[in-house]
């Protein structure tokens, strides 16, 4: 396995249902990034976890849970969503080095999310 | 506040032609710029990366350009074909000092017809 994977690439659920996307990423990366990408809109950031402490939450609704138990894994724990969360979820990881975010983000397959 | 504007917005061009995607940007303190291609359904990936000092980088038939006096980018594609179709992301990375946070333009998407 190279590069970030991510899991399940499609995934269908109503909305009450309770279910989770994984991201794995085997760079030896020390930043982990959960992005939205709606239809014909810009990609959107959701959370940043650096060295597996999260740094960015950028008011994303509680319905959205992340979690980062390492610094080569990350998790989006899905409850009680909407139709309109229905997205593709893109997950990325880089490196950072002094505070500064030179590197180049590299992205997962994303995971295409409906909701009914 | 950081921002980056894209455009045009959506261009479609017969294979083999040229065109060019613009970026504009205000990220400060810049520390570099990159653009990715993203195919449909896909994740983005990188194309090229700019540095404050650099005007000119090219990777096979993309050449993208920075000037940091105006804080505009241009990415040219040349003899385009049928793969080229897809969606052409501009983004900004502040130096220290700045976000850590790369700033995303919203995209050209480009399509390329036989």
């Known amino acids: 396995e190279t590069g970030v994977t991510q899991t399940p690439r499609h995934l269908v659920m109503g909305m009450t249902n309770k279910k989770s996307l994984k991201c794995e990423q085997h760079l030896g990366h020390n930043a982990m990034y959960w992005y939205k990408q709606s239809a014909k809109k810009p990609l959107e950031l959701m959370f940043v976890?650096?060295?597996?402490?999260?740094?960015e939450n950028n008011s994303v609704p509680s319905r959205f849970s992340p979690e980062c138990p390492n610094s080569s894994h990350l998790f989006l724990h899905l409850h009680t969503l909407q139709p309109e969360d229905s997205a593709l979820y893109l997950c990325a990881s880089s490196q950072f080095r002094g505070g500064e975010n030179t590197g180049e983000l590299f992205f997962g397959e994303g995971s295409r999310l409906t909701v009914l | 506040k950081n921002q980056v504007e894209q455009s045009p917005q959506s261009l479609i061009i017969l294979e083999g032609k040229n065109c060019t995607l613009q970026c504009n940007y205000t990220v400060s303190p810049f520390s570099n710029l990159r653009w990715y291609k993203q195919d449909t359904g896909r994740g983005p990936v990188s194309l090229t990366i700019?540095?404050?000092?650099?005007n000119t980088k090219s990777n096979g038939r993309y050449t993208a350009t920075l000037d940091a006096d105006t804080k505009q980018s241009s990415l040219h594609i040349t003899a385009s074909q049928l793969s080229d179709s897809a969606s052409y992301i501009c983004?900004?990375?502040?130096?220290?000092?700045?976000?850590?946070?790369?700033?995303f333009g919203r995209g050209t998407s480009l399509i390329v017809h036989p």
């Open positions: 983004v900004v990375s502040a130096a220290s000092g700045g976000s850590y946070i790369p700033t």
């Open positions: 976890y650096s060295l597996e402490e999260r740094v």
């Open positions: 700019m540095t404050f000092s650099e």
